[in-house]
């Protein structure tokens, strides 16, 4: 069994930038397709960031693509989620999760972590 924390979230004001950290137990942590979705109050969890284990392709969200960045470390089971020109809109509560294949859809991700806040000021 996968356990994923989250890990990075702040207050920060718009423009600003964080980078989000998912750190992962288990052994076979580089063969794991990764991804990073948020819940905004009121709002359903939506996807934002994938990256997948064999190759490392990315997966972006249309309103993230440009600004956020999604990588991962094998060495250290981490994925990263680095976000620059943050927007109010930005603010939710971050998570990331596990697919065993490549997808962009929640219902396929399971071992979700505790989620980490993000709040953009304007």
């Known amino acids: 069994q996968v356990q994923l924390a989250e890990s990075g979230g702040d207050l920060v004001q718009a423009g600003g930038s964080l980078r989000l950290s998912c750190a992962a137990s288990?052994?076979?942590?580089?063969?794991?397709?990764m991804g990073w979705f948020r819940q905004a109050p009121g709002k359903e969890r939506e996807f934002v960031a994938a990256i997948s284990g064999i190759h490392g392709s990315t997966y972006y969200a249309d309103g993230v693509k440009d600004r956020f960045t999604v990588s991962r470390d094998n060495a250290k089971k981490t994925v990263y989620l680095q976000m620059t020109s943050l927007k109010p809109e930005d603010t939710a509560v971050y998570y990331c999760a596990v697919s065993n294949f490549q997808s962009l859809r929640e219902v396929h991700y399971h071992s979700w972590g505790q989620g980490t806040q993000v709040t953009v000021s304007s």
């Open positions: 288990g052994r076979a942590f580089s063969s794991y397709n």
